[in-house]
């Protein structure tokens, strides 16, 4: 199983980003799919899950009506989209499959 993210950078407070997550060695279209972060000194949280053919999302409450997951089973690849970005926003952004597998994350930073 491998998982790739990229997207993140440096962001001002109310910008937007788009992280990507590639995903191989594993039937990509019949899982769920999560988005985790962690923010520097604090633990990892979950942010988002998608089903495997996206007909439900769940939000952590933090994220909700400003961050969107999606996934596009053609491509292997898991999305998160992030709009109104506050600084506590700022963390390493995870995806997640199979519950144990993870990509290597990557930064997002909010910052004025």
């Known amino acids: 199983v491998q998982l790739v993210e990229s997207g993140g950078g440096l962001v001002q407070p109310g910008g937007s980003l788009r992280l990507s997550c590639s995903a191989s060695?594993?039937?990509?279209?019949?899982?769920?799919m999560r988005w985790f972060r962690q923010a520097p000194g604090k633990a990892r949280e979950w942010v988002a899950t998608?089903?495997?053919?996206?007909?439900?999302?769940y939000y952590a409450d933090s994220v909700k009506g400003r961050f969107s997951i999606s996934r596009d089973n053609a491509r292997n690849t898991l999305y998160l989209q992030m709009n109104s970005l506050k600084s506590e926003d700022t963390a390493v952004y995870y995806c997640?499959?199979?519950?144990?597998?993870w990509g290597q994350g990557t930064q997002v930073t909010v910052s004025s």
């Open positions: 997640n499959a199979l519950e144990s597998y």
């Open positions: 060695g594993f039937t990509f279209s019949i899982q769920p």
């Open positions: 998608i089903t495997s053919s996206s007909s439900t999302t």
